[in-house]
T-cell receptor, first 109, second 115 residues
Framework: GQSLEQPSEVTAVEGAIVQINCTYQ??????LSWYQQHDGGAPTFLSY????GLEETGRFSSFLSRSDSYGYLLLQELQMKDSASYFC??????????FGSGTRLQVQP | DGGITQSPKYLFRKEGQNVTLSCEQN?????MYWYRQDPGQGLRLIYY???????QKGDIAEGYSVSREKKESFPLTVTSAQKNPTAFYLC??????????????FGEGSRLTVL
């Protein structure tokens, strides 16, 4: 099987930088995705890493180390609207994503 | 506009009743998925389908059934065999599976409450 671990909650202040980690265990690996979900809403795609290294998309970046079975999402210049839950999702090759339990980010003024 | 439509948004059901949640997409995507989300929890995969007339069980398929008779439609039936059906149900789709992009497009969800 496969499993993913994320911190349950992270708190940061507006304008700061925050890193949300995701460690995983799996027998097969194709890629790691990141999603944002506001309360009561639908998850929206943020980023994908199929290879080691950093992917940058505006204020958001995602990093992957396949040898360490580890990835993270980096959010810069935090804004109040970034308060949401963030999920990492693992593609093990079965053509569907397995998600972690999510990290709730609280951005404070 | 292209997108995924789930209905109903809210649904109440008595114990012992089957209910069917609708999911329709006009994105011309091949793959469709159903996830369940409980309060404060992640998304768990129920069923998924890569092509018409074919689908696979996910991690928590017991008590659920699906069909994929048309490319644009992937309804989910929550049967009376599902012991704890109260949850938020999310439908998603992608063009050819998540292998190359890891990107799923989600609907707005259906919130089912069993009374």
């Amino acid at each position: 099987g496969q499993s993913l671990e994320q911190p349950s909650e992270v708190t940061a202040v507006e304008g700061a930088i925050v890193q949300i980690n995701c460690t995983y265990q799996t027998s097969g690996f194709y890629g790691l995705s990141w999603y944002q979900q506001h309360d009561g809403g639908a998850p929206t795609f943020l980023s994908y890493n199929g290879l080691d290294g950093l992917e940058e998309t505006g204020r958001f970046s995602s990093f992957l180390s396949r040898s360490d079975s580890y990835g993270y999402l980096l959010l810069q210049e935090l804004q109040m609207k970034d308060s949401a839950s963030y999920f990492c999702g693992l593609d093990t090759g079965r053509r569907a994503l397995t998600f972690g339990s999510g990290t709730r980010l609280q951005v404070q003024p | 506009d292209g997108g995924i439509t789930q209905s109903p948004k809210y649904l109440f059901r008595k114990e012992g009743q089957n209910v069917t949640l609708s999911c329709e997409q006009n994105l011309n995507h091949d793959a469709m998925y159903w996830y369940r989300q409980d309060p404060g929890q992640g998304l768990r995969l129920i069923y998924y389908s890569q092509i018409v007339n074919d689908f696979q069980k996910g991690d928590i398929a017991e008590g659920y059934s699906v069909s994929r008779e048309k490319k644009e439609s992937f309804p989910l039936t929550v049967t009376s065999a599902q012991k704890n059906p109260t949850a938020f149900y999310l439908c998603a789709s992608t063009r050819d599976g998540v292998k190359k992009t890891g990107e799923l497009f989600f609907g707005e969800g259906s919130r089912l409450t069993v009374l």
